[in-house]
């Protein structure tokens, strides 16, 4: 028998899968076990209620509908009196349930109760990517931690974007997010990030864009040399100034280089990643420029 797939929404319920439906589903994410029947007025309104709640929480938990007419014996072994029914089942037993007509309301009351926070599994996921060292993976976390803090997300998660955004030269960002957590909180991943932003100021700028920097102070009205600090400076995560640099030249000319500083902007926008903040925010004030 092939296993469910995790992100399932919805099953059937048979006497073939019973078992792997209300006990084993179970051991990885609660399972709403929906006892319904064709003749049972009520059940015919329940019904797509829960089908809309399965679909809007994306797996989270598992609906079961189980037919209670083909499945006697096992709404029998359940307690099932009367119809509709519902069983929450959690770890392989039944934990929770609700019984007759029921409104959405009190659906989702009953899964919140035994459902973790959406944040929590969203930092759950970031740190998983995080831990296969994969760049895109990365990136696609950090936008998880934001969204997780976003969602009432603890010092847990303010942590751990604040060593990502360390990761990514994003230094004042990730001090401000540091200086956030409660002194009660500051554990040891908060102190490993904290030490980190540390070494990296110390670390200062790489010999390259200290020379770039230099010669560009020599040379303001040279595009040419701008754009090639812009770039250093993007590639040694020093990522908005080099934004800031480029969109004070387009400032003064939207063609500047006849386009090849706007291109280098974009490139970097790029490179941050979609719903960046950063880039959201720079974005908009090209646009303020094109438009």
Same mark, same amino acid.
């Given at each position: 028998? $092939? ?6 929404? &919805?099953?059937? +319920? ?5 078992? !792997? ?10 399972? #709403? ?17 829960? *089908?809309? #709640? ?19 014996? &096992?709404?029998?072994? #359940?307690? +099932? ?10 770890? /392989? ?8 007509? !029921? ?5 989702? @009351? ?16 970031? !740190?998983?990517? #995080?831990?296969? /060292? ?17 969602? /009432? ?21 990730? *001090? ?41 102070? *020599?040379?303001?009205? $040279? ?13 040694? @995560?020093?990522? *908005? ?17 006849? /386009? ?7 490139? &970097? ?15 908009? !004030? ?6």
């Amino acid at each position: 028998m $092939n296993m469910l797939n995790k992100q399932e929404a &919805i099953v059937e +319920v048979t006497m073939q899968n019973a078992q !792997q439906v209300l006990i084993e589903a179970s051991m990885e994410r609660p399972v #709403l076990v929906y006892f319904w029947a064709d003749w049972c007025e009520p059940c015919k309104v329940l019904m797509p209620l829960l *089908e809309k #709640l399965a679909e809007e929480f994306g797996g989270r938990f598992l609906l079961a509908k189980a037919n209670a007419d083909e499945l006697g014996a &096992i709404a029998g072994q #359940l307690g +099932v009196r009367s119809l509709p029914t519902l069983i929450l089942m959690d770890k /392989g037993q039944p934990v929770d349930g609700l019984v007759g007509a !029921q409104s959405e309301q009190a659906v989702r @009351d009953l899964l919140n109760k035994y459902l973790p926070a959406q944040w929590l599994e969203d930092f759950q996921r970031a !740190q998983a990517l #995080l831990a296969s /060292g994969d760049s895109a993976q990365c990136q696609e976390a950090q936008l998880l931690l934001r969204s997780a803090l976003d969602a /009432g997300g603890d010092y847990r998660v303010s942590t751990l974007l604040a060593e990502t955004l360390v990761d990514s030269g994003r230094l004042d960002e990730a *001090e401000a997010l540091l200086n956030t957590v409660a002194l009660q909180d500051r554990q040891s991943d908060w102190q490993q990030a904290s030490a980190k932003l540390t070494l990296k100021r110390e670390a200062g700028k790489a010999p390259e864009v200290v020379a770039l920097e230099a010669a560009y102070a *020599e040379q303001p009205e $040279n595009i040419e040399l701008a754009q090639q600090l812009a770039v250093a400076l993007a590639e040694n @995560d020093h990522r *908005e100034e080099a934004l800031m640099l480029l969109m004070a030249l387009l400032r003064k000319d939207l063609n500047a280089g006849d /386009g090849a500083v706007k291109k280098t902007f974009q490139d &970097i926008l790029a490179a941050l990643g979609k719903g960046d903040p950063l880039a959201v925010r720079y974005q908009r !004030q090209l646009y303020t420029l094109l438009y």
